[in-house]
Each structure stands twice: as C-alpha cells, then as structure tokens.
C-alpha cells in the first residue's frame, strides 16, 4: 500500500503518518508514566513530538507540514493517558484497596488488576475523544482561547519547515533551555526551586524557562490574575489568616486554600459551560435558515457527511464508554453519573488547558467522585476507578485540544486530527497499562519509600474520604460563577491559588511582563518573542522527556 495514499475524508491522513503515530505513542507513554510517578509531575510532549516527528518525516522524503503535524498529533496521545492514571491508580495500593502479590505467588500484578487498569484507560480515551470532537469550534474558533502549548508546537513546526532566521531564533532559545535544564536536573548545578522569606512571606521561585515561555505566550492579564490568586494563597490566607488565627494551624489553611481553589475553578467551569451552551444555541438558531437554504447544493459535500456522521458516532462512544464501565464493575447509576461527570470536567478541563497551559487533571476526579458519592453509594474501591476515568479523559482531552489549536494554526483537518489521537490513544491505553504494571512490580510500592512519590495520588487518597469544608467549596463556587459572568477569568486564580507556594507564579508573571514590554515598546516583534517562548517551552519539555527515558532504560 503506498504509503502517501490519503483518504479522502481523512485528508493528510497516511500510513507513514499512522506508523509514526504508534511508534511515538508507545514511546511516550512509556516515559510519561516514569516521569508521573517519579516526579509527581508530567511536562506536556507537545512540543518534543512535533521536533520529533518533523525530524522523522525528513527520513521519509516527506515535506507535507499537515501531515508533520497528524503524525506529532497521534505520538503525543498517550502521554496524559499515563499521566491520569499515574496520579490515581497508585491510591489503591497506598489506601490497601490493592496489593502487590508477595515474591514468589502464583499471582501477578497484570493479571489481577491488568485488565481493570487498562478498561479505565480505554474509557476515559473514547470519552475523551468524543467530548474534544464536541468543544474544539467553541474554544478554538469562537473563544479563541490561546493554549500556550499548542501555539509553540505549531509556531515549532512552521519554524523547523521553513527553516531560516524563524528557525534559528526559535532552535536557539531552545538549546539554551535544554542547557539550562540539563544543568539543573542532570548535573544538579542549581536547585530547580528557591525558597525565601520577605516581610514574613514565604515565596518559592522556580527556575523554568517553560514557566516564562507559557506566561509570554498567555499574555500579561492571565499571568497578572494567576499571581494575584498565589499572593491571596501566600499573603492573606498563609501569612495574615494564620498569623490572626483565622486558622488553627498551617496544615488548616493549606486544605481551605486547596478548597478555594478548587470550589473557585469548579464555579467558574459550570459558568463557562452554560455560557457556552447559551452561545452555541443562539449561534445555531441565527444558522438554521441559511443551513435550509444550502442543504440541496451540500448533500454531496464532505463537509456534509462529515457533519451527518456525528450524531450516531457521538452516541456510539456513549454507549461503548457506558458498556465498558458495566464490565468495569459500576453500577448503572454510577456509570450514569460518570459519564455526566466527565462531560463537565472535560468541559473545564479544556478551558483551563487553554487560558493557561495547564492541566490539574486529578483535581476533576476528585471533584467528580465526591460529587457522586453524595448522590449514590460508591466503595472506596470504585472512587478511586472513577476519580481515574475522569482523569484519563480530562488529560487526554487536554492534549488533543493543544494539537487541535496546532492544527487550526496550521490547516489541519480536525477530522484527520480526531482519528489520528484515538489511535495513539488506544495504543497508549495498552502502553500506560504495562508500564504501569512494569514499574510497580520493579520499585515494589508506592510513596517516597519506593522511589515513586506519585504524589498527586497521595491527594486523591487523601479526598476519598470528602470535602473537608463543604462552605468554603460552595462560596468559592459562587465566586467563580460572578467572576465569569463579569467576563473575569476565575479558572487563572483558581490555579494560582492551588499552586502557592509551587513557584510558578513568579517565573510566569515574568515572562507575561516580558510579553507586555515587546507589545508596548517593540511592536510588530511578537512573532519573534512567540517563537523564543515555544523554544522555552520546547527546550524543557525535550530534555526532561529524553532524561525520563535515559533514566527509565538506565535505572
């Protein structure tokens, strides 16, 4: 079969790019799960894999940029499939839900939860596939939402295919990240964080060129509203409420501002989904004339089929994710409820993926698992396999809506952009499923005491057990509801407040002050400042992506 053969409703789409596509999957869900357990953190590979598959196509002859960006599309599917189950599944060992079998059993890892780790996996890809196809006009093409990540893939690969003063402006910022970085984490020259106090203060400053690469490419407003939610974290709840004892202790204050932060991003979530649905019915009542009008001359379109394919494969996806989570061991309430949940957490998910480059994934299953344990009962055991679901969904949902903005910046065909990420996807469900097994069983446990923190499923475990203060979740709820409906967006303090004391707040307000001085003083020369922001981007996400594998391979 010739390998440069195209489908005609799958455009660019062609096996060189689909082999390419698996090939990557597998290799970056493999290093994506080491990287989530042992550093309780996952860089997006966006980036990595649109350098990589760029490199990769030259071997095959081919100068096609859309089908450059289909292949990089399908290899970084499985790379948040791994990361939600790193940062919920090991809370079933640390909770005792689960157990490794003893040295010598007859019983194995893979055979007693293999098959459970991987139905969760594969639940949450079709789910997240399916919602992606349903949210990518509205946050790309009316929101216009930036996605950091996804504009430094696309800026990356025009760069690398056009070659010349672009490509050598963004190739250079990213070799002097990846030397930055490889300095930082191989040789250890400098600490990655520094810690000091100001006037009582604690700050944290992380030294990332990637944070000041996503506060350039978000803009100064964003990072502006993401450091006024770490300086309420820091100043007024940290420093003034335990100081007038508005809290018992340190450890008080840090679980009401994990409850702000998250009642704040789950309000301003549901407030931007209903406005959202107000739009896009509003839109399709002005569009229902002018669509009677052209319906005879488009039955022939490919538009027109594509279109007309939706609905049943919308409800086949349904379906298939509802059947599995019945194997799975839900019950039909439960399964019920889930696919609600990660209809609205998918929702949010690529809202704030797109306001500000990242992604709380554990966060939403959280969130979805308390909200459906107040309404039916739900075994510890099913609360961490739903917080799960949730989790593969909103990451994977995460990452496909960076390539759909690559792809929008680059003429891609979303269709082609669909199919592609649920192949990489489908392999990256089997990959997470082993690697997860694989390193289980070599480090013998979850926690700093194994040499896998996996500390964000140390959180879910801790929220099993539910919301600490139901007030605070609800008035911050109501707080991001106002804030949104005053075109405020909440979900940027939300995750400023979660993450004080994480030191991001600093590095990306500098790089938004940088954004806003090159707006201001040097204008016509913010292509330039994008490209050295996705060469920040790129240069760490590469070298902790290949440090990860070097060190996988090594021990």
């Known amino acids: 079969m010739d390998s440069n053969k195209q489908s005609s409703l799958f455009p660019n789409f062609t096996v060189r790019a689909l082999i390419l ?28 894999v649109a350098v990589l598959s760029l490199t990769l196509m030259r071997l095959f002859r081919s100068k096609n940029l859309r089908e450059v960006n289909i292949a990089s599309t399908g290899m970084s599917a499985g790379a948040m499939v791994a990361g ?22 007859d019983r194995t890892l893979l055979g007693d939860y293999g098959w ?19 949210y990518r006009k509205r946050a790309i093409e009316q929101l216009k939402l930036p ?106 204050a840090a679980s009401f501002i994990q409850m702000a932060a998250i009642g704040l991003m789950v309000g301003s979530g549901l407030a931007t989904l209903l406005v959202s649905l107000i739009s896009s019915w509003r839109s399709r009542k002005l569009q229902d004339q002018s669509a009677v009008e052209q ?14 394919s939706r609905l049943p494969l919308g409800l086949l996806a349904v379906a298939v994710a509802f059947v599995l989570s ?86 891609t065909a979303p269709a082609s952009q669909l199919l592609i990420e649920f192949i990489g996807g489908f392999f990256g469900a089997i990959t997470a499923t082993l690697a997860f097994v694989a390193l289980t069983t070599s480090y013998g446990g979850f926690g700093p005491e194994f040499g896998l923190p996996a500390a964000q499923a140390q959180s879910v475990t801790a929220m099993i057990a539910g919301i600490g203060n139901p007030l605070v979740f609800i008035v911050a709820a109501l707080i991001g509801i106002v804030l949104v409906l005053f075109k405020i967006p909440a979900t940027i303090i939300g995750i400023g407040l979660l993450l004080t004391g994480a030191g991001l707040a600093l590095p990306i307000f500098l790089g938004g002050v940088l954004e806003l001085i090159i707006r201001k003083k040097y204008s016509g020369k913010e292509s330039q400042m994008q490209l ?5 981007l790129g240069g760490e996400g590469i070298t902790g992506t290949i440090l990860a594998i070097v060190a996988m391979f090594t021990g």
């Open 21 to 48: 596509a698996i090939f990557g999957s597998i290799l970056m869900t493999a290093s994506s799960m080491y990287v989530a357990l042992r550093m309780s953190a996952l860089p997006w590979p966006t980036v990595f």
């Open 84 to 105: 939600g189950l790193a940062f919920t599944i090991p809370g079933l060992f640390m909770s005792g839900v689960w157990t490794i079998p003893e040295e010598g059993s």
């Open 116 to 134: 459970t780790i991987f139905l969760v996996a594969l639940i949450g890809v079709v789910l997240g596939t399916l919602l992606c196809a349903l």
């Open 147 to 252: 996605y950091p990540i996804g504009q430094a893939s696309a800026e990356t690969l025009k760069a690398g295919h056009e070659g010349g003063s672009k490509a050598r402006v963004l190739f250079t910022a990213l070799i002097i990240a990846a030397i930055f970085v490889l300095l930082r984490d191989q040789f250890a020259l400098f600490p990655g964080i520094v810690l000091f106090s100001l006037a009582g203060i604690n700050i944290a400053f992380q030294f990332s060129p990637m944070a000041i690469g996503i506060g350039s490419l978000i803009g100064f407003k964003s990072t502006a509203l993401w450091l006024g939610g770490a300086a309420i974290g820091a100043v007024v709840i940290n420093r003034i409420g335990v100081s007038l004892d508005w809290f018992a202790s340190t450890a008080e």
């Open 295 to 308: 319906e005879a001359e488009e039955k022939t379109d490919l538009r027109q089929i594509q279109k007309k």
């Open 326 to 411: 019945i194997v799975l061991g839900l019950s039909v309430p439960v399964s019920l409820l889930l696919l609600v949940g990660v209809f609205l957490a998918s929702a949010m998910s690529t809202i704030i993926t797109g306001e500000t480059g990242l992604n709380p994934m554990e966060i939403f299953g959280i969130l979805v698992l308390l909200a459906i344990r107040l309404l039916v009962p739900l075994t510890d055991a099913n609360a961490f396999l739903v917080a799960a679901i949730v989790a593969v969904a909103c990451g994977f949902a995460g990452d496909m809506m960076n390539d759909f903005k690559t792809g929008s910046m680059l003429g």
């Open 532 to 536: 050295v922001s996705a060469g920040l």
